[in-house]
Nanobody, 124 residues
């Protein structure tokens, strides 16, 4: 079982940047996938981006306009989410999740391990 630990959240002004990290403790499969989801107050959790440990990635089309970039460092068992040009509507709890295969999916149901989440707050 993979244990996921997010970090890097915080408070930023509009237009600022943050880099979230997701440490996958106990990760052993090179074919598994890590994804980022987020949940804003009063809203359902939504897909942000996903990446395999081999480096194949997918990002939500609305966020993919060079604002959010997902990457992986296999030497550190860590997946990153670089978030640039942040907007107040990006305010949410960001979660990372993992699943045992390399199929990039935006569906929550496929992910079996979840982190505790990290809060991102963007001030207007």
């Amino acid at each position: 079982q993979v244990h996921l630990v997010e970090s890097g959240g915080g408070f930023v002004q509009t237009g600022g940047s943050l880099r979230l990290s997701c440490l996958a403790e106990g990760h052993t499969s090179s074919s598994s996938t890590i994804a980022w989801f987020r949940q804003a107050p009063g809203k359902e959790r939504e897909f942000v981006a996903a990446i395999t440990w081999g480096g194949s990635s997918a990002t939500d089309v609305d966020l993919a306009k060079n604002r959010f970039i997902i990457s992986v460092d296999n030497t550190k068992n860590t997946v990153y989410l670089q978030m640039n040009s942040l907007k107040p509507e990006d305010t949410a709890v960001y979660y990372c999740a993992s699943k045992a295969n390399g199929f990039l999916s935006a569906q929550e149901s496929g992910y079996t391990s979840w982190g505790q989440g990290t809060q991102v707050t963007v001030a207007s």
